[in-house]
């Protein structure tokens, strides 16, 4: 659940940054929405969330 919640504030976080500096327009991000909730309830979304959990396991396990 904590890594469901970093991610998504992370990613609006980066849509913000996007409509305020690169010309990302409002409806585009509304779009870029509306895609996320239909792959969410379609039949790729666990592997999109098998495919999330291990990069964020492997960008954990890096040693600096």
Known sequence: MALS??????????VVILV???????????VCVLLGFYLASS??????SRLTTNVAGMI???KL
Do not use: D, E
Request: without cysteine; positive net charge.
């Open 5 to 14: 919640i970093s991610a998504v504030v992370l990613l609006a976080i980066i």
């Open 20 to 30: 305020r500096k690169s010309g990302l327009k409002g409806g585009h991000a509304v």
């Open 43 to 48: 039949s790729i979304a666990p592997s999109i």
């Open 60 to 62: 954990g396990g890096i």
